[in-house]
Nanobody, 131 residues
């Protein structure tokens, strides 16, 4: 499975961006799909995630009420609508997908990059700059 993000860019504070993540193929079974942000020198931080096993969605406290995660299963696209952007939202945003036993665990985990041992897929990231 390959994930490709698009939609990043530069925007003024208070503006909006919509990120998209296109998957090359479907992932079977329960899965977690998520967006992470990574600022220079920091770990990947989960900003929004969906766990299909329980139909749950979660957001980091810093983005609640401003970001919305959604997915189009037909088109295999995961989106992140980002509104009322702030300078501290500046980061590289990466989409990721986790399957199998890893899905529920990574839904709960709020920080961390790729997990060893497979069953997780990551995009290359897209830069968001808010000034």
């Amino acid at each position: 499975v390959q994930l490709v993000e698009s939609g990043g860019g530069s925007v003024q504070a208070g503006g909006s961006l919509r990120l998209s993540c296109a998957a090359s193929s479907s992932i079977s079974g329960n899965k977690c799909v998520a967006w992470f942000q990574q600022a220079p020198g920091k770990e990947h931080e989960q900003v929004a995630a969906i766990y299909t096993g329980g139909g749950d969605t979660k957001y980091a406290d810093s983005v609640k009420g401003r970001f919305t995660i959604s997915r189009d299963m037909t088109k295999k696209i995961l989106s992140l609508q980002m509104d009322n952007l702030r300078p501290d939202d500046t980061a590289t945003y990466t989409c990721a997908a986790f399957q199998g036993a890893l899905a529920q665990a990574r839904f709960a985990l709020t920080v961390g990059g790729p997990s060893p041992g497979g069953n997780n897929y990551w995009g290359q990231g897209t830069q968001v700059t808010v000034s």
